[in-house]
């Protein structure tokens, strides 16, 4: 059995944060599967095919791209960010441990990459500084009462949020109704993080309060990251300001 | 004023992870702050002075790399992991949040990487494939007691855990004692990852069960994830097991 597979993280979307051995699998593989927008960011190669697919057919993705594999290829399959964060590194756990046996002898890689939160943390400051929590808000794959249940249980805890995937075409109104949902709890000073295709041209990262934030200002690109109470933000001369949360905690917020 | 800090994220060992960002920005750099094992990793480059101090001094360490950006100085703060993330980004924006006011104009750029807790779990396969929290367990900056809320509102909601700083010389019973908190909420079966030096030469990555799993397995070099009731182990041939957390949830977990 010589097949392999690498599932690849490009970052956040500049070819400045891909690591040397992102770039190297890349470059090696055989063969690269991925969603389109994806693998845009890859250079093409000579020899090298591509398989684009949609961005819902993670499973099916991952299938093929082991299939191909067992066939002797080389394979790479890329995600955006990390792969291991909401990403397709899960879907190919699971179809290797749904699928036939010969799967399980594959050498399989996952090259870890910088994930949408710590990008867009670092272009405001800190405010993953402290204890946190990174939540997908898509209910296509778990009951919308669990999403519920896990900000509240985020927030009584005093855990700063990372909102993966906060809206789509297909989930228009979640994003809105867990932001009501955090207003129950959290101060309407609390600051709110809007990053949006960090390290691509159109970046745009904003820093607003809880009670002013509107849920339209988020699309599919975009991450959200939801303070704390302790979270803080330092105004600055002539710059954006800057949002961290503290290292200690003085007091616990039950 | 034209100072600059840069507060660089190295990854988690090896040059093959240190993104073309962070390695721009340390060639450029005209010095360097850091703890001592981690300026070790950045190769020496001729008239760059290196700054090294000790781990616990974090908040020094940013005052002193600020003062000096603030004589117009390129200063980088190098940080293992990422800065972002139990590292020196907060340590730096709470310093310039209590510091003088021209700290404020200075040109501060945080350059994320590759965090502890997506090295081990891309060794391992994709723990952190569903909702996560990042935890410090060191209880230097906050309350013990705080801790095991977050620990207990974590299992409670059904996050998989990543946990830092397991334990230290100074801490050396805290690690044992929040696996026995854990083994109360979650059942024995949870596969927990031991997560040492990844990418280094002495790296070591095990699976073992909560029920099994050794407080004496950690130190000041591991990340530990525990796994969530939905977290899974896939056997492999003549292979380390695959751990992964699927990324749909069946059934909540109350």
Redesign the interface.
Known sequence: MTGRLAVV?L?PGD???????AD?ALAAADALYGYGPYLDRVPARVAQRRHTSDNRE?RARAEAALTHAAQGAYVAVVSGG?????AM??????A??CGP?IW??LD?V??????AM??V???I????????????LSDN???W??IE??L???V????VIALYNPLSRARPWQFGAAMERLRRHLPSATPVVFGRAVGRPDENVSVVTLGDADAASADMATLVIIGSRAT?V??????TP?V??????VE?SA
Chains 1, 2 share one sequence.
């Open positions: 993280g970052g070819a400045r944060s891909l690591t040397p051995e190297a993670e990390d792969p291991g964060v909401f590194a899960a879907a190919v756990c699971e290797i441990e046996l399980r002898a399989v996952i090259i870890p990459g910088i994930t710590l990008a943390a670092a272009r400051g800190a405010p993953l500084g402290s204890d946190f929590c990174a939540l997908s794959l778990k009951p009462e669990l249940q896990r509240d249980a985020a009584g805890a005093g855990f803080r330092v105004e600055r001369l002539d710059r800057l961290y949360t503290p290292r200690a905690v616990v």
